[in-house]
């Protein structure tokens, strides 16, 4: 009885132990997972490039907000098929590199949007309010 649990305890082992290196092998990703990665990449650039290009939308608000969606669509591809982030927790530390990059984007989106409609609010060319230009000579 002991002999028969030990081989089928290291028969347990021996098919964890391919099953954890076949789910090593899929976590590196294959040449099948980067193609499809590259190419929903290269789709979810090409569609915001066509829509600015294009002028597809009236109001530009709507196009940057469309785009904004675009970009974190593009966000979960790079992740799940370039860095091959799953549900599985290593440690945790996948959830953790989740939330930072959640962190980071929304900062970062929510800055250049902020710079971007001051900059365009405040210096514009021709959209001074008195009416004067820096043709003013100085004392």
Known sequence: MSEHHMTTAHADD??????????????????KSYTIGFILSVILTAIPFWMVMGNVFE?????AMVILGFAAVQIVVHMIYFL??????????????LIFTI???????????WVMY?????????????????THKMP
């Open 59 to 63: 109001s530009s608000s709507t196009t």
């Open 118 to 134: 001051h900059l365009n609010h405040n210096m514009m060319p021709g959209m001074m309010h008195d009416g004067t230009h820096s």
């Open 14 to 31: 021996h098919g964890h132990h391919d099953h954890h290196e076949h789910d090593d092998h899929a976590n590196h990703g294959s040449l």
């Open 103 to 113: 962190v980071i984007v929304v900062i970062t989106l929510a800055g250049s949007l």
């Open 84 to 97: 091959h982030m799953n549900t599985k927790a290593e440690g945790g530390w996948s959830m953790l590199a």
